[in-house]
């Protein structure tokens, strides 16, 4: 099917939709919810289709013109201009006709953990949390921690967060897997740089209504919160550990002094990591198993590395090299990776949409 002719299928659909609606008695309340969103989805998409086809009319009857001595002038300049902006009037079309990701409004849970390389790994992992902590005072959105398990230097085992605003996950869905650093620890004497890892997870926050589970299905363990991981070492069963046994996903909670605080918080992200789990299935299901460019946002893909003596940040996924790791760190820059990240999977999307 040629461009062309998907665009004008789009047209006929919203024309069949508009004709459904018009006769709504007839249709059932649950089918005219979901005729009256699809037709509201399309108007803007049929909308920049005739404003395509006209275009393109304009197109014909310039180069009619072409053929008249004292209009060739005029219609070759108009002719130029518009010959450019066809292609764009395309590209806005396709754009809109892209599946949308449902989870891409969402809020998102963050989480980080240390991974390889011992004490430098739970520093660097908490320079990763900070990051993201101040890229979203950046995009104006409110970062709350979840829970925070602190190493004796003063850096993270593991730390998640709750992140709310607008589009939070779509623009921070990518940043989910592996993450590189090499620098020189404070603590190493004589210069050398060390390589370590800290792993970092992006899970859209789930409602009630997207994921239901049973209570039957969840095996809850309450005990005293101690150590290093809490803010505080009380004399009360107040950390919690949730499991949810049909899946085996465990989620501990002792950040809070509160039980049912704690309870609250690990089911916040017990629904959001079901959630994803059945959104990945689904998504590979889909895509029968190929990957994007931007990875598939497995927590175990190394995606990019922060080299502090070079003062570089390379994302491997997409070959972007930047030189001004400090800024990205900031979170003040972060946006020029995450920006890139978006532009190529939007890219991809589009070949694949174009070969349909």
């Not at 659909?13 to 009256?36: I, M, P, T, Y």
């Not at 190929?290 to 570089?312: L, M």
Request: with cysteine; charged share 30%; glycine share 6%.
């Amino acid at each position: 099917m040629s461009m062309a002719e998907k665009f004008l299928a789009v047209q006929a659909k919203h024309e069949e939709l508009g004709a459904k609606l018009e006769q709504g008695d007839k249709l059932s309340s649950k089918e005219f919810v979901r005729c009256s969103k699809e037709y509201s989805d399309l108007t803007p998409v049929v909308e920049a289709i005739t404003e395509w086809k006209s275009a393109l009319k304009e197109k014909d009857d310039l180069e009619g013109l072409l053929k008249d001595p004292d209009m060739k002038s005029m219609a070759e300049s108009e002719l130029l201009a518009l010959t450019k902006k066809l292609p764009e009037l395309e590209r806005a079309i396709q754009l809109q006709l892209l599946p949308k990701d449902e989870a891409d409004e969402k809020n998102a849970i963050l989480e980080v953990r240390a991974g390889t390389g011992g004490d430098e790994a739970a520093l660097f992992a908490a320079v990763l949390f900070d990051m993201y902590k101040r890229y979203a005072a950046v995009k104006g959105w409110k970062f709350e921690v979840m829970d925070f398990s602190e190493s004796d230097l003063g850096g993270l085992k593991e730390a998640s967060a709750s992140i709310t605003g607008r589009n939070v996950f779509a623009r921070l869905k990518f940043e989910s897997g592996v993450h590189r650093v090499q620098r020189v620890p404070e603590t190493e004497s004589q210069g050398r740089v060390h390589t370590s890892a800290a792993t970092v997870a992006v899970l859209p926050e789930a409602e009630e209504v997207d994921i239901n589970i049973n209570e039957s299905d969840l095996k809850i363990d309450v005990y005293r919160a101690s150590g290093a991981g809490g803010q505080h070492v009380n004399k009360t069963e107040s950390a919690v550990r949730i499991t949810h046994l049909p899946t085996g996903t465990v989620v501990a909670m002792q950040e809070e002094r509160s039980q049912i605080k704690n309870r609250a918080k690990a089911m916040k992200i017990l629904r959001s990591r079901i959630y994803e789990n059945e959104r990945s299935k689904l998504a590979s299901t889909r895509a029968a198993d190929r990957k994007t460019q931007v990875g598939s946002g497995d927590r175990s893909e190394r995606i990019r590395t922060y080299n502090f003596p070079q003062g570089r940040v390379s994302d491997h996924r997409i070959n972007l090299t930047l030189y001004n790791i400090d800024a990205i760190v900031d979170g003040t820059e972060l946006d020029e990776i995450i920006e890139a990240l978006l532009a190529d999977d939007q890219m991809t999307k589009l070949a694949e949409f174009a070969t349909l």
